[in-house]
């Protein structure tokens, strides 16, 4: 918007300044200030108790966070959302969601009450065109979202919607949909995928779970062979992961810790920088691998 059409509309709004709305002159503003253009992170999740224990993967999250502007709002595509069909948070306060067991009570008594945006929902679904996309008040954040973005902005001051991850659909199809979020990146929006690119929970070694940096053969491969084409930006390959032979299959059992990458990608624009963080392994079959671009 610009100062003409701001002040103009300014002027059809109540002149008493008791009478002219808060929200009002937010959007005006959001509208009016421009924005650079936001980067995209994909976040390697790991273990729920990332949320609560500090260590260097949690510390990657924070450090990262200081080399970005803070966002005006964040869509997060989570792991741990699969629906049939698209959806996203619509709701003004989203719950946090503890989806997982067998953890100890402090971890269930985290809460991390950042506000939804309901505008943010409005403009996701308004510029994905190729399907339907329906709002949800019921889901909230999941701890695919939460439990990195509260090392992000501790304070639980950014607003942060969720958008789901079509399971009937492949990873073309999901490359393709993220594509259409590309001018959120101009209004301060921070787009996030988390997940996991080697991600066998049924093949950890719990023996070496505290080991550091311990992969299994097949997992370093898997790991070395996917960063190569996330830094050469070979996105058809990285589509196509079912080709990439029997390490990668083998990491990505099934796609939805991988599918957050996917959307993290098709959002790079040719000549921005890309670079890995969190590079590191856990538990022989997991990496914490997470990606920077812009």
């Known amino acids: 918007m610009d100062r003409k ?21 937010n959007q005006l503003a959001k509208e009016l200030t421009p924005s650079v253009t936001m980067p995209v992170l994909f976040l390697g999740h790991g273990s729920p108790m990332n949320a609560i224990e500090e260590n260097e993967f949690v510390s990657g999250f924070r450090k990262v966070a200081t080399t970005i502007p803070k966002p005006a709002a964040i869509l997060c595509i989570s792991a741990h ?13 989203p719950q946090t969601i503890h989806d997982f067991g067998g953890f100890p009570k402090a971890l269930f008594d985290v809460q991390y009450p950042a506000p939804g945006s309901p505008w943010l929902a409005g403009e996701t679904q308004k510029l994905i065109t190729s399907v339907k996309v329906q709002p949800d008040m019921s889901w909230g954040l999941d701890h695919g979202a939460w439990s990195v973005i509260k090392h992000i902005y501790p304070k639980a001051d950014v607003p942060v919607i969720q958008m789901s991850i079509d399971y009937s ?31 066998n929970l049924g ?3 719990w023996k070496n779970i505290r080991t550091d940096n311990f992969a299994f053969d097949w997992a370093l491969e898997a790991r070395q062979k996917v960063n190569k084409l996330i830094l050469n930006g070979d996105h058809k390959q990285l589509i196509n992961f079912k080709s990439l032979g029997k390490e990668v299959q083998k990491a990505v059992p099934s796609p939805e810790h991988y599918l957050p990458l996917i959307y993290t990608l098709a959002l790079k624009s040719e000549k921005e920088k890309i670079s890995l963080f969190n590079d590191k392994a856990v538990g022989g079959s997991l990496s914490m691998t997470s990606v920077k671009i812009g």
Not at 81 to 93: P, Q, R, S, Y
Not at 172 to 194: C, E, F, T, W
């Open 81 to 93: 959302w699969e629906t049939k069909g698209t959806f996203v948070t619509a709701m003004a306060h």
């Open 203 to 205: 093949l950890v070694d």
């Open 169 to 199: 659909k492949d990873a073309q199809y999901h490359y393709d949909l993220a594509k259409q979020l590309a001018a959120l990146r101009n209004k301060g929006v921070l787009i996030i995928g988390s997940g996991n690119i080697v991600h």
């Open 5 to 25: 059409r701001f002040l103009k509309v300014l002027a059809a709004l109540p002149l008493a300044g008791a009478a002219v709305r808060l929200g009002d002159l």
